[in-house]
Nanobody, 124 residues
């Protein structure tokens, strides 16, 4: 089972950028499909973006399309989320998730490994 740890969160002004990283342990990292989710206070965890094991396919939530980019470096066992043009409604705890299943998945229940999360706060 892969273990995940996010980093890179913080406080940023609206219109700014952040890059989140998710470091994974385990020799089979490259075989996992990966994703980013987020959860704002009082709200359900929601899908942000996902990437297949070979990085050949990605999929984004409509709310972040054109602003966020997911990528991965299998040699470094790391997945990234580049976030540009951040807005206050992007404020949330951001989670990295992994699944052994091949493909692009958007539901929380599709993923069986989660990181502890990293806080992103966007001020207006």
């Amino acid at each position: 089972q892969v273990q995940l740890v996010e980093s890179g969160g913080g406080l940023v002004q609206a219109g700014g950028s952040l890059r989140l990283s998710c470091a994974a342990s385990g020799r089979t990292f490259s075989s996992y499909s990966l994703a980013w989710f987020r959860q704002a206070p009082g709200k359900a965890r929601e899908f942000v973006a996902t990437i297949t094991w070979g990085a050949s396919n990605t999929y984004y939530a409509d709310s972040v399309k054109g602003r966020f980019t997911i990528s991965r470096d299998n040699a470094k066992n790391t997945v990234y989320l580049q976030m540009n043009s951040l807005e206050p409604w992007d404020t949330a705890v951001y989670y990295c998730a992994a699944t052994r299943r091949a493909g692009l998945f958007r539901r929380v229940r599709d993923y069986d490994a989660w990181g502890p999360g990293t806080q992103v706060t966007v001020s207006s």
